[in-house]
């Protein structure tokens, strides 16, 4: 029922481990020490050179090797997959705007005392190793041992800040059980009512109008269903009841209440739930957050 369209913070639920990140996230810090009276002037030390960063997110920066390593993976991702990427700008933004994502998480994972050990890295190289050439893979993208442990360590602060959001969805919430009349026109849709209004049933009417399936949606929790003003409307109605017409931007609606009860969540509502906790996370960290972009 519900059709998935690949965006930001569904990429983040399955957070790819393997970004290329040849710099240490964190920015340097000096510790300036107390001025003293000596009998001789030495010179002053010049001051660390910041990496270059795509970003500085919270006051971290976001290193431009990090972002131009992805940036070049997605590319030949989408090409390898026969979808090569015909508007680079776009794909700039989108890949950028995951790295920021991915910093917000992992900076909120450390806030909160969360750590990733040597040994979950190390067990996760000798993965990686067992599936691939890693040795040739890191030389490719430009990794060092060290630039590798760093990414990886970063990458699994996000993933475990992930499912600390995401494991706050409950498996179980009251749903509705849904059926309906879908007409492209609302002509066809007022010719839906009259036969309604006229006595026939609506599952019968249902049927003329979805032969296949009869308009039945089974079981949706609220948050589920893409059309705001239907999923109001069906959580609105009593058990048995009908609505009036629907209108959305892709057609007419008519919908009934079969049934309603707390139930387990399927895997696509409790997956579809899962990626709305997320966005909502990220869109408030967001907004809380100070994210300086350094790239055009």
Not at 77 to 90: K, L, N, R
Not at 235 to 249: H, K, N, R
Request: charged share 20%; with cysteine.
């Amino acid at each position: 029922m519900k059709n998935f369209i690949f965006s930001l913070f569904f990429s983040l639920l399955l957070l790819v481990l393997l970004s290329s990140c040849t710099d240490s996230p964190p920015e340097a810090t000096q510790t300036n020490t107390p001025e003293v009276t000596a009998p001789t002037q030495t010179p002053d030390q010049p001051s660390p050179t910041p990496i270059p960063a795509a970003a500085i997110v919270n006051g971290e920066r976001l290193p431009l090797s990090w972002f131009e390593n992805e940036l070049a993976q997605y590319l030949k991702a989408q090409e390898a997959a026969g979808q090569p990427v015909e508007d680079v700008a776009a794909a700039r933004t989108f890949v950028l705007d995951d790295l920021v994502d991915q910093f917000l998480l992992a900076q909120a994972a450390q806030d909160a005392g969360i750590s990733v050990e040597d040994e979950e890295v190390q067990d996760r190289i000798d993965n990686l190793r067992a599936e691939l050439d890693l040795d040739s893979w890191m030389q490719e993208w430009g990794y060092t041992n060290e630039s590798l442990v760093q990414s990886l360590k970063w990458q699994m602060l996000a993933i475990k800040q992930r499912d600390e959001i995401i494991k706050l969805v409950p498996e179980r919430a009251v749903q509705v059980e849904l059926q309906q009349i879908f007409a492209y026109t609302e002509t066809g849709a007022r010719n839906a009512v009259g036969s309604l209004n006229a006595g026939t049933p609506f599952e019968e009417v249902a049927f003329v109008y979805d032969p296949a399936a009869g308009g039945y949606m089974g079981w949706v929790p609220e948050g589920y269903l893409l059309i705001p003003a239907l999923e109001e409307t069906a959580f609105s109605l009593p058990v048995g009841e009908y609505s009036g017409i629907i209108e959305s931007e892709i057609g007419y609606h008519i919908v009934k209440v079969l049934a309603r009860e707390e139930r387990p969540l399927s895997q696509d509502a409790l997956l579809t739930l899962q990626r709305q906790a997320l966005h909502n996370w990220l869109a408030d960290k967001r907004e809380s957050s100070t994210i300086e972009v350094l790239i055009d």
